[in-house]
């Protein structure tokens, strides 16, 4: 299965690697030169499935059509930070800045990491239903379930459609893993919705244990009720509805956060507690040395931008095909080419084109 963004798997492994690296650097802000004079642009490889789609997209890029050479470095989120802020890293293709918030503000107001823009389009982290429950699915003999069923308020009426198999008096909703933030704050929304009388909590113990059951009721056509996020290849393999949430507000998630450290009791989570996930920006941030010595790939970059659907169709390509980051990459190359040819200058895009016909791939 896909890594996920907190499966930090090979901590130690990727410590040495990055220590090495960092010696043999120097924190100067710079990469070594190669035999052709332009240096090595440094990526980092923070250990999920987007992120080693983008590297392998930006990369094929800036090796083909640049002209520069890329080495991905695999690190964790903490060593990436200081990583990117000394330059001993060029590139960071996934910031995911509300997971660091604070970091993120320090390093860019300070001109030490320079934002160059969204990566995708959206982050989406909320309660799922499959399209088939609300509008059914002919081709499957699947009549619609609950057609009116759009938002988590309209969860009251339905219970009984989302029964817990082992206590069918109650509905189920598929929580986050057992020990992830989203666990509690999924608990502290159920209650500011009203829904905590009506509905159990099923937390699964891994990711792999989500996606089993998610599949398999999708499969069977069941109804199903779940936390789920995007971009995954989940979410591009199987037609899926997010629930409308309020909007998101900082005073809102004051009162989870609350409630998540224990400060409000479950029991009295107050209404104005229940909302919607922060949708906060994934963003590129590269070191400021990179723009001095390669302003070309910079511009590129800042004109980089997979939509999250496409990121999803791209991971669900990988998983389905067992492919490795690289050919899901010469995928998207082949299926959406108009998108990454408005990145990139016409000399750059023939470039792009003339190593991908060597590669055997035919755009559409």
């Known amino acids: 299965m896909a890594l996920r963004k907190s499966n930090w798997q090979g901590f130690a492994a990727a410590l040495l690697v990055v220590t090495m690296l960092l010696a043999g650097c120097g924190g100067t802000g710079g990469?070594?030169?190669?035999?052709?004079?332009?240096?090595?642009?440094k990526l980092g490889d923070m250990q999920w499935q987007t992120i080693w789609i983008n590297n392998a997209i930006a990369g094929f890029i800036i090796e083909k059509g640049y002209g520069y050479p890329v080495q991905t470095v695999t690190v964790t989120t903490p060593i990436m930070q200081v990583s990117l802020e000394k330059g001993d890293l060029d590139v960071a293709l996934e910031i995911w800045t509300g997971n660091m918030m604070d970091w993120y503000t320090r390093v860019t107001e300070s001109g030490k990491v320079l934002d160059l823009g969204k990566v995708m389009d959206r982050t989406t982290q909320g309660w799922y239903v499959p399209t088939y429950v609300v509008k059914g699915d002919p081709e499957r003999g699947i009549a619609p379930m609950a057609p009116d069923l759009?938002?988590?308020e309209d969860l009251k009426r339905y219970a009984q459609l989302f029964a817990d198999p082992?206590?069918?008096?109650?509905?189920?909703?598929?929580?986050?893993?057992?020990?992830?933030?989203?666990?509690?704050?999924?608990?502290?929304?159920?209650h500011a919705y009203?829904?905590?009388?009506?509905?159990?909590?099923?937390?699964?113990?891994?990711?792999?244990?989500?996606?089993?059951?998610?599949?398999?009721?999708?499969?069977?056509?069941?109804?199903?009720?779940?936390?789920?996020?995007?971009?995954?290849?989940?979410?591009?393999?199987?037609?899926?509805?997010?629930?409308?949430?309020?909007?998101?507000?900082?005073?809102?998630?004051?009162?989870?956060r609350q409630g998540v450290a224990g400060e409000i009791p479950l029991?009295?989570?107050?209404?104005?507690?229940?909302?919607?996930?922060?949708?906060?920006?994934v963003i590129k941030g590269v070191h400021p040395?990179?723009?001095?010595?390669?302003?070309?790939?910079?511009?590129?970059?800042e004109k980089m931008m997979i939509p999250?659907?496409?990121?999803?169709?791209?991971?669900?390509?990988?998983?389905?095909n067992e492919a490795e980051a690289d050919e899901a990459a010469l995928w998207?190359?082949?299926?959406?080419?108009?998108?990454?040819?408005?990145?990139?200058?016409?000399?750059?895009?023939?470039?792009?084109?003339?190593?991908?016909?060597?590669s055997g791939v035919s755009l559409r």
């Not at 986050?176 to 999924?186: E, F, K, L, S």
Request: net charge negative; with cysteine; hydrophobic share 40%.
């Open 31 to 41: 990469s070594s030169a190669s035999s052709g004079g332009k240096q090595v642009i």
């Open 166 to 190: 082992e206590d069918p008096g109650k509905g189920r909703l598929i929580s986050c893993i057992t020990g992830w933030d989203c666990a509690n704050v999924n608990r502290v929304k159920l």
């Open 332 to 358: 998207f190359f082949a299926n959406y080419p108009a998108l990454w040819r408005a990145w990139l200058p016409d000399d750059v895009a023939e470039r792009v084109e003339e190593a991908l016909t060597e």
């Open 194 to 256: 009203g829904l905590a009388g009506l509905y159990n909590v099923q937390e699964p113990g891994s990711s792999g244990a989500l996606d089993a059951a998610i599949a398999g009721a999708y499969q069977r056509g069941q109804p199903l009720l779940t936390y789920y996020w995007e971009p995954t290849w989940l979410m591009g393999a199987l037609d899926m509805i997010l629930l409308e949430e309020p909007p998101y507000t900082e005073e809102c998630w004051a009162l989870v």
């Open 308 to 320: 999250t659907a496409t990121l999803n169709q791209i991971a669900n390509y990988m998983e389905e």
């Open 150 to 152: 759009k938002s988590v």
């Open 289 to 301: 040395s990179l723009k001095e010595r390669a302003p070309e790939v910079v511009a590129f970059l």
């Open 267 to 281: 029991d009295q989570t107050p209404p104005e507690a229940g909302c919607a996930f922060e949708d906060a920006p």
